[in-house]
């Protein structure tokens, strides 16, 4: 017989994890409908109630018009455009900043403007965003440029834009994360999330505002009989590609409007009208091009970009994007997927090291005491770049807000933080930064994803004010880990046809999960692969069919002792291996029934 100690109990506690299954009422317009019996079920409990939110008609795209200041922002961006004056496009070390400066870049040059050049501050020299210093290197490049357009960046460079207008480089702001308490004093900003602005579509990304700026760009040179039969007035529908891939990677809420341009951005992708460089991207990780998904963008082509930004510098990632020659595309995604795997090495041991500080952590807990209600950790090993995955798998785990933090040089340290519904992170760093303002130099980001500096001996104050803030904002039951699924599913859609067609009757993204069941198996047989995944042979327990299984990162200790039969949580797939194709099922929970 065991005995549960309190320390076990705590550590079981702080991995808790209670399914719960979504069962909303179909609508008419979908029971009606010649949707599969499944997908009817799981669009309606993701409160899809019509079939025109799940066509995906370029035409029910949210006009550009209801964006605040894009009148004025297309007016000066065209008439610089049609006195070929010098444009400099800034962005982000991220795959959203990446596609939104070459949807930008591709835009600008389509409209005939071919002075035009771009610039991504290198995290660990300039740090992020339009800052003094990276506008004082910008007024000194071999051309001075006119006019700077930051893409998913600028809402809160108020020294970069002052500096640019004391030198006499105008600004324009294409950026999507929540405004401070001040506005820059840009020409114009273009921001949904700006003070005042109407337009619905609040979980935009950085690219989508940048491609929809191009848009009223086009329409204002239109005005203007800028195009002609020497110049040619593009299709912008050619950049959509770039669009759905730095959505999807960003991880935005997919709401109506950010599905319909994944959706349609995949097509083009599929019928192989992408760009050259995001072919090479899935050519280099062994994924098709025809079946290209909203999954191979957000795990496969994103975090392949995002390595350059986190380990060295996004130009890589740009000039892969941007390049019209598959060959050369070829080589960049090469030297994107070798980053990757250098990525990935880093990330995990920096996982290991994490887990044992949390271990350490948990052990030293006086008896009765729980989990702290939020995560805040340091070391000075630890690589700025990849301090923000860190912080995600980590929240993964323990179902706690994280923010790591890395050393960033001269007695500063920069800290990556992720949170979980129902909190909103940039919100809390707000509270403290107003309650404490000697804690947080700089913060910014979204309500699940933030950024901040701190000076590294101010840490142990910033952590004990950062799990104060949170446990006032979040009850206990916010920190149980909820697994939400579609039910049961029915052993006849056990199939590789209903799984291939759940694959593409996304996108999947954020807010709008792809499709994950819940049942119970018996276990024939089990072993690991890898070193660290668990391969399961099971019998479905209402019908005794057979199954195929497979949990990542999980090993036969994550078996409930003494149990031949299991909860799992799942989702479909299929295993193809030397031409052969079978279901397999993708655990991503398990538990003892």
Known sequence: MSTVTNQDSRKQAAHACFIVRRSAEISEELQSSDLHPLLKKIYANRGITRLSQV????????????????????????????????????????????????????????????????????????????????????????VKPELIITVDNGISSLGGVKRANELDIAVVITDHHLAGDSLPQAAAIVNPNQPGCEFPGKNIAGVGVAFYLMLAVRAALREHNWFDGDRPEPNMANYLDLVALGTVADVVPLDDNNRVLIESGLQRVRRNKGCAGINALLTIAGKSIEACSSQDFGFVVGPRLNAAGRLDDMSVGIECLLSDDYEQALQYASTLNQMNLERRQIEGDMLDQASVLLEEEIRQLASGETMPVALALYDQQWHQGVVGLLASRIKEKFHRPVIAFADAGNGEIKGSGRSIAGLHMRDVLDAISKQRVELIDKFGGHAMAAGLTIRQDKFEQFKQAFEKQVSLLLQPEDLNNIRETDGSIASRYLTIETSEQLKFAGPWGQQFPEPVFDDVFKVLNWRIVGEKHLKLELAKADTGECFEAIAFNKTNEDLPAGENDIRIVYRLDVNEFRGNRKLQLIVQHIEAV
Do not use: C, W
């Open 55 to 142: 066509s995906y008609q370029l035409t029910d795209l949210l006009d550009y018009s209801l964006l605040k200041n894009i009148d004025i922002a297309a007016k000066i961006v065209a008439d610089t455009v049609m006195q070929q004056q010098r444009i400099l496009v800034v962005g982000d070390f991220d795959a959203d900043g990446a596609t939104a400066s070459a949807v930008v870049l591709r835009s600008l040059k389509a409209f005939g403007l071919f002075n035009v050049d771009y610039l991504v501050p290198n995290r660990f020299h300039f740090g992020y965003g339009l800052s003094p210093e990276l506008v004082e290197f910008a007024a000194n490049l071999p």
